[in-house]
């Protein structure tokens, strides 16, 4: 079956500090979509990609989703303390599903 | 503020006990996603229907999870018995298409 891996699973940055987590999936997506959860919280979207090769923007986060359309990134500039939580991304198969694979999740700290 | 209500918040029962967790969608999202979190296995995907119609269960343990929409207002996740393996937050989520999914907050679930 479909499986979407993220790397790191772990990560700490200080305060200021660029993060990239990276997303995999073991098969071709239709497309992806990112969510953040707050420590506590639930998982929130933050954006969805279709195209090949497609980069979004949202202020200081920077979405891309790969040629192949089976890898995505987040890149975060200048992380801030308001930017901890944990990343997923969650990918849909090209079958027709619309179900989404979530991804294992990066879990972000940002130290002041 | 539209939103995806679920119930109880918490959950504390005795292994064996049945267990009933209840989701509230969003008006007019036809999609309703059950998932399940973990520290070891991240969100899995339990269930998700459309139109209320059941399409794919795959993720569920079906010996003892049941998943089901009386209407389009209310989903539906029981678990009889609950083990101790079942502890864990149980998120519902609901969308339109392939659109975000909106998560509630989820059901913590702690079987002793």
């Known amino acids: 079956g479909q499986q979407v891996m993220q790397i790191p699973q772990y990560q700490h940055v200080q305060e200021g500090e660029d993060f990239t987590t990276y997303c995999n999936s073991s098969?071709?997506?239709?497309?992806i979509q990112w969510y953040k959860q707050r420590p506590g919280g639930h998982p929130v979207f933050l954006i969805q990609l279709v195209k090949s090769g497609e980069v979004k923007k949202q202020k200081r986060l920077t979405f891309q989703f790969g040629e192949a359309k089976k890898n995505s990134s987040l890149h975060i500039t200048a992380t801030q303390t308001t930017d901890v939580g944990t990343y997923f991304c969650?990918?849909?198969?090209?079958?027709?599903?619309?179900?989404?694979?979530f991804g294992t999740g990066t879990r972000l700290k940002v130290l002041a | 503020d539209a939103r995806v209500t679920q119930t109880p918040r918490h959950k504390v029962t005795e292994m064996g006990q049945e267990v009933t967790m209840r989701c509230q969608p969003i008006?007019?999202?036809?999609?309703v996603f059950w998932y399940r979190q973990t520290m070891m296995q991240g969100l899995e995907l339990l269930a998700y229907?459309?139109?209320?119609?059941?399409?794919?269960d795959s993720g569920m343990p079906k010996d003892r999870f049941s998943a089901e929409m009386p209407d389009a207002t209310l989903a539906t996740l029981k678990i009889q018995p609950s083990e101790p393996r079942d502890s864990a937050v149980y998120f519902c989520?609901?969308?339109?298409?392939?659109?975000?999914?909106?998560f509630g907050q989820g059901t913590r679930l702690t079987v002793v």
């Open positions: 008006l007019g999202h036809n999609t």
């Open positions: 989520a609901s969308g339109s298409r392939t659109s975000e999914a909106f």
């Open positions: 969650a990918g849909r198969g090209t079958s027709g599903t619309y179900k989404y694979i």
């Open positions: 229907f459309r139109n209320r119609a059941p399409l794919d």
């Open positions: 098969t071709t997506l239709s497309n």
